[in-house]
């Protein structure tokens, strides 16, 4: 089992917390993505970040000075989004970091797939991103299967915890013999299951968090998360599509 898991835009630095034990496995494909955008403009690479103009000024100088290789954060603790929030890496217990090293994925524009202990420096590339590179019209065209088949080499099952954006650099292209599950966390509206961002968030980070505690190894152990308030809805679920749905409170 291989779970899944976007990025986050705000990323920091902690090179004292844990050492990073790796370096990317696509790390030639992020050298070649920095190169195209340390040849773009200021102006260009503003619009390419679609950010306000103190963000972009913060990561024009971080691409000036970048280092692919040295002084480097594990890449678990290097993402500060919500749904790392509620994973808290920071205080897991030594044989849960060994589970989500060995059971993790991180997804990224910038870097492809990553290990959680990979060591990577602060970047902003998202992957719907339209940087056109190497004849390839985005980031989508420009990792094509390659994270499919790292993840495909590893598993016959892959949990997504991932927002679509992400996912869709990976279902397209996995095996049609690789169980791909989505997880879906979402409130009653009606007849329908709504996601609401920031709570979708919580609970993916509360997930991974609660496979790490209980080593889980298979998808029935998905089923019994009960934490933030969901539960697993067998009526909405399928084989490859897991429902949690908040309750009332």
């Known amino acids: 089992m291989r779970i899944i ?3 986050a835009k705000k990323m920091r630095r902690d090179e004292d917390s844990f050492a990073p034990r790796s370096l990317p496995a696509f790390l030639p ?13 200021p102006e260009a690479l ?4 679609n950010c306000g103009d103190a963000i972009a000024r913060q990561n ?36 849960q970091l060994a589970y989500i090293q060995d059971h993790l994925r991180i997804l ?19 992957m719907q991103a339209k940087l056109a590179v190497d004849g390839c019209r985005d980031l989508y065209a420009f990792w094509g299967d390659k994270l499919a088949a790292a993840l495909a080499a590893e598993t016959d099952l892959v949990v997504d915890l991932a927002s679509k954006e992400y996912s869709r ?16 966390f979402g ?15 919580m609970a993916r980070g509360r997930m991974v968090r609660y496979l790490a505690e209980r080593n889980a190894v298979g998808s029935a152990e998905l089923r019994d998360f009960s934490e933030l308030g ?8 399928r084989e490859d599509h897991y429902v949690f749905i908040k309750e009332d409170t």
């Open 29 to 41: 494909e992020a050298k070649r993505l920095m190169s195209a955008l340390r040849a773009m403009t």
């Open 5 to 7: 898991i976007s990025p």
């Open 60 to 95: 024009v100088e971080r691409l000036k000075s970048m280092d692919l290789e040295r002084n480097l954060t594990p890449a678990i603790l290097s993402y500060e989004g919500i749904q790392y929030q509620y994973m808290a890496p920071g205080v897991l217990e030594a044989d």
């Open 187 to 201: 409130e009653r509206q009606g007849e329908k299951v709504v996601e609401k961002g920031t709570l979708c968030k």
């Open 108 to 126: 990224s524009g910038f870097y492809g797939l990553l290990r959680p202990f990979d060591g990577v420096t602060p970047y902003r590339l998202e």
């Open 46 to 49: 503003q619009r390419l970040w």
């Open 230 to 237: 969901y539960r697993f809805d067998p009526e909405r679920s």
């Open 169 to 184: 650099a990976v279902k397209p292209h996995l095996p049609p013999d690789l169980r791909f599950l989505t997880c879906t």
